[in-house]
């Protein structure tokens, strides 16, 4: 189960494949595109290089498409769409990270070829990335030609026409030994971007075969073309050698481009593919789920823990945008789908990721400080919507259900963003015993989103209370509500973790605490504030009731039920609905209430989880990705187990089968930690408790047989088997855990719990 196959060409499904099948190393991505295809929508992004120029918002940029190759027989382009496909497969190989293709085409001539070949984009040598061709004539011989090119051509917003934009000026184009080469400068920020790529031939004696070469701009596209001599039934290989070096890592991009392809060229693709596998098979040593006895389940995780590893970067100044680097799907932007969702994959099996996405919010924090100061508060406000510098780049304006232009409020109102970021600090502090890193930085993030709560909460003298109106809590139908309850339990949290580590700092690293107190400003007075507010804030949850209302007035709304489903099994909208006044009903886009259960259930009882489950759940359109998973885990938390199964089935499948349709725009990021979480926390049963001790409570599906995975909890690598009559934790040395909330201490070597009865 480590294949993603397509075994038909169906040209309306290219673009959803292209994000199936996109490679990309955390620096570098290419969509999958089929390089035979006239019907392709090429996506070339490298992480971190954004541009706003005339578009709505600063977006991730569409580089050149550096994957250009034609052949022509007897004049005659290869083509998907015009030669007659005799045979066709491609998978994505996610065990070893390439794509792969074998397909066999007769051109209008009857002359047959088939053509396989093995792409990857280099985990080794983050700007590189290679395709090896090997082609054999099956029914003739003769003349050839090969043209490599770059397009220079491409463009954002191919799926938005309303928003089609090119980011980016040709500077410079030409060829280069061997090769060719662009250089181009996005236009605001200036980011340059070089790209080379040269190819070498040889045929099955390892005899160069591509002759007279001719250099040729097309348009603004360098392009070379070689004759080649091929023999019916003789295999000839052709390797492509590819470089992208910007600005963001070289000083001289052009010149470092030029020395890499020299280097690679030398050294052969085969040793750097050999290097690449070898990473990314070590990778999944230590994120692999195994599920025995569903293998859509085990395609399906392992489809999305590749993706989310292909987006994770060793650069701590860029982060994992909505839709990974797979698309332009929310324009490259970094979300609370980053924190919530996708973060504890790589808390608990790659934290060095980890890390660097904590850095990337550090590294943001002086733009969150002018989003404060800009908003009328204090400290630092993380924007709804991030990019590169950290400042607000939410679009103002986008469509609604029927596709009239509406105002977008999120990023004005959808704070809570602040409290997630800090709910990760924390984890990550927990998980990782990492006091390093909270003494350098995460303390720090935490005292500026404490201050800015302390700025943002409104003081209601009647009630002697604070509030926070006029927000957008995780359910985005309802816009400027008051007290939405997520937002407001989070706030206080936030306010009294931020006050917990201000003391933590003091008392374990008194120099440091000296030096950022007085770079913030901060006093004990300040901070004992935060205490004052914390206790004061209103949550809008009645003493003796265990429902909680999602903020002030939504008991009030309009009832609609859900009554149908279609055959995804997500809901449709009832027919009673007007959708353009969706904040006046109940019905909700995602968990809200019950995310706040899940970001913080050692705060909650099983009875509350139970009966705000039952009755959100009802009420939810599931109009987000990250909305199944989560259902899934609660449903599992007490005891909905049926459903759990199906919830977790549309999480993991959401690209593979695309059943929120959108998939061309790129991979479902957040829903593919929610599919992690789902089995660790879900199937799993894993939780963090209050006291930072691991509870393991696991339920498998009637077919599954067993589900294994591994984990890194303070340093220590755990692997954690279940099968429904056994638990079995194997760990190298000593540590106490909880199995279904009774204490053990762990041995070194395999542990196994009873789990019937
Ligand atoms: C969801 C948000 C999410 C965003 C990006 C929206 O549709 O409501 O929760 O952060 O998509 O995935």
Redesign the pocket.
């Given at each position: 189960m480590w294949f993603v196959e397509r075994r038909k060409y169906v040209q309306e499904e290219n673009y959803v494949y292209e994000t199936l099948y996109t490679l990309a190393n955390g620096r570098l991505s290419l969509r999958g595109v089929d390089e035979f295809s006239n019907y392709k929508m090429p996506g070339t992004y490298v992480a971190g290089i954004y541009d706003k120029h005339d578009a709505q918002v600063t977006e991730l940029v569409n580089l050149p498409d550096p994957l250009g190759i034609s052949i022509y027989v007897d004049g005659e382009p290869l083509l998907l769409d015009k030669s007659t496909i005799k045979s066709y497969m491609r998978a994505l190989d996610m065990k070893n990270g390439t794509l792969n293709s074998s397909i066999v085409l007769e051109l209008t001539n009857g002359k047959l070829i088939q053509l396989d070949s093995q792409r990857f984009v280099s985990r080794s040598n983050l700007n590189r990335f290679g395709i090896i061709y090997k082609i054999t004539p099956l029914n003739f011989s003769g003349k050839i030609f090969i043209e490599n090119y770059i397009d220079n051509t491409t463009y954002n917003g191919k799926l938005d026409p309303a928003n089609k934009i090119q980011h980016y000026a040709v500077l410079k184009t030409g060829e280069m030994m061997p090769g060719l080469f662009s250089l181009v400068k996005t236009y605001d920020k200036g980011h340059l971007i070089a790209i080379r790529t040269a190819l070498k031939g040889y045929d099955s004696k390892g005899e160069n075969i591509l002759r007279y070469r001719k250099y040729r701009l097309i348009g603004n596209n360098p392009s070379e073309i070689y004759t080649v001599f091929i023999r019916e039934g003789e295999t000839f290989t052709l390797e492509k050698y590819g470089a992208i070096v910007t600005s963001r890592h070289s000083s001289e991009p052009l010149k470092d481009a030029d020395a890499n392809v020299g280097i690679y060229f030398a050294e052969g693709v085969e040793e750097e593919l050999k290097r690449h596998t070898e990473i990314v098979n070590k990778t999944w040593e230590l994120m692999d789920i195994q599920i025995d006895g569903d293998e859509t389940a085990q395609l399906g995780i392992r489809f999305n823990l590749f993706h989310l590893y292909q987006c994770a970067s060793d650069d701590p100044t860029v982060s994992i945008g909505?839709?990974g680097l797979h698309g332009e799907?929310?324009k490259g932007?970094v979300?609370?789908?980053t924190e919530i969702f996708m973060f504890p994959f790589f808390l608990y099996t790659l934290p060095k990721y980890a890390k660097n996405l904590l850095l990337y919010r550090y590294n943001t924090l002086p733009g969150a400080r002018k989003n404060a100061h800009q908003n009328g508060f204090k400290g630092a406000q993380f924007p709804?919507?991030s990019a590169d510098d950290g400042t607000e780049v939410t679009p103002k304006w986008g469509e609604d259900y029927l596709g009239n232009p509406v105002r977008i409020w999120?990023g004005d109102e959808?704070y809570h963003i602040n409290a997630d970021i800090a709910v990760s600090l924390v984890h990550y502090h927990i998980v990782t015993s990492d006091d390093d890193f909270m003494r350098d930085y995460g303390v720090e993030m935490l005292l500026e989103i404490g201050r800015f709560w302390a700025s943002r909460v409104e003081y209601n003298e009647r009630n002697d209370r604070y509030e926070i109106n006029r927000v957008i809590g995780?359910?985005?139908f309802h816009e400027h509500v008051n007290n939405n309850v997520y937002t407001n339990y989070l706030a206080k949290w936030n306010l009294l973790k931020s006050r917990e580590y201000y003391y933590w700092l003091r008392e374990k690293y008194p120099d440091k605490f000296e030096v950022l107190k007085y770079y913030l400003g901060l006093t004990d007075e300040e901070v004992e504030s935060w205490k004052a507010i914390a206790e004061k804030i209103y949550i809008p949850k009645k003493e003796d009731e265990l429902l909680i209302e999602q903020f002030e007035g939504y008991f009030q709304l309009e009832e609609h039920e859900i009554t149908e489903w279609d055959e995804n099994g997500l809901p449709k909208w009832p027919k009673t609905v007007d959708l353009t006044r969706l904040g006046e009903t109940k019905l909700i886009?995602?968990p809200d209430v019950v995310m706040l259960m899940l970001v913080l259930p050692e705060e909650f009882t099983k009875e509350e989880m139970r009966v705000n489950y039952e009755y959100y759940e009802k009420r939810t359109m599931h109009?987000?990705?990250?909305s199944p998973s989560m259902y899934s885990i609660m449903g599992l938390k007490i005891g909905d187990t049926h459903n759990a199964y199906r919830y977790f089935l549309q999480t993991v499948l959401v690209d593979l089968e695309d059943n929120q349709g959108n998939t061309n725009n790129g991979f479902?990021?957040?829903s593919a930690g929610g599919a992690w979480q789902c089995v660790v926390n879900g199937f799993g049963g894993m939780c963090l408790e209050k006291n930072g001790e691991l509870n393991f409570e696991p339920w498998l599906p009637e077919h599954w047989k067993s589900l294994s995975f591994r984990i890194n909890f303070k340093g220590v690598p755990l692997k954690v088997t279940v099968t429904k009559e056994k638990l079995c934790i194997e760990t190298r040395v000593e540590m106490p855990v909880k199995v279904r909330g009774n204490r053990f201490d762990l041995r070194p070597g395999k542990n196994y719990f009873e789990l019937v009865g």
């Open positions: 909505a839709r799907g929310y932007h979300f609370w789908d709804w919507e999120t959808e995780p359910d985005e886009k995602q109009k987000s990705s990250l479902h990021a957040a």
